[in-house]
T-cell receptor
């Protein structure tokens, strides 16, 4: 049990489907993140919600849409994805404070997404 | 724009010897550096970190060294154990922006 739970663990979807990834953290953290891990590439930061404020990476296509209803839950809504979007999607959380007050990210086990 | 680089995709060492994993970064604004370990089918787990005001942090068999002038970070594992076999990710952050390297697969042979 990592304290960060992601569902589903595996997802296969067609390019015309709509699906959502879910993440829940039980660590009392106040920031949540979506990362994408493709084969042999660094983890790519997609979205950050910190203190209920969304920080967006402008290079993320609009077919990915995050939602953070509260500090414990994070969703990633998927719509009309492409095969190249197949990857491991990792959720993470952390405790953020003022500048210089750093803490590590705690990751979930990820959702392995395959787009056919 | 890859701001954190791990140039060695793999490393193999003998049990009991030292493992040295290296990492380079380009953004001088990074003020917090971390190493994560990842087993198959699991998310990365935090291993050890270091603030930019320090040049060394030690935790048991794991030591992280930071050379700010060279923008270089390394992780030393000694003695290495077969259970240390995993993918190791270097990360660097400023504020809420944490960037990762591509990882180095460490294999510790019995």
């Amino acid at each position: 049990e990592t304290g960060v739970t992601q569902t589903p663990r595996h997802l296969v979807m067609g390019m015309t489907n709509k699906k959502s990834l879910k993440c829940e953290q039980h660590l009392g953290h106040n920031a949540m993140y979506w990362y994408k891990q493709s084969a042999k590439k660094p983890l790519e930061l997609m979205f950050v919600y910190s203190l209920e404020e969304r920080v967006e990476n402008n290079s993320v296509p609009s077919r990915f849409s995050p939602e953070c209803p509260n500090s414990s839950h994070l969703f990633l809504h998927l719509h009309t994805l492409q095969p190249e979007d197949s990857a491991l999607y990792l959720c993470a959380s952390s405790l953020v404070g003022g500048r210089g007050n750093n803490s590590p990210l705690h990751f979930g086990n990820g959702t392995r997404l395959t787009v056919t | 724009d890859q701001q954190v680089k791990q140039n060695s995709p793999s490393l193999s060492v003998q049990e009991g010897r030292i493992s040295i994993l290296n990492c380079d970064y380009t953004n001088s604004m990074f003020d917090y550096f971390l190493w994560y370990k990842k087993y198959p089918a699991e998310g990365p787990t935090f291993l050890i970190s270091i603030s930019s005001i320090k040049d060394k942090n030690e935790d048991g068999r794991f030591t992280v060294f930071l050379n700010k002038s060279a923008k270089h970070l390394s992780l030393h594992i000694v003695p290495s154990q077969p259970g240390d076999s995993a993918v190791y990710f270097c990360a660097a952050s400023v504020s809420n922006d944490m960037r990762f390297g591509a990882g180095t697969r460490l294999t510790v042979k019995p």
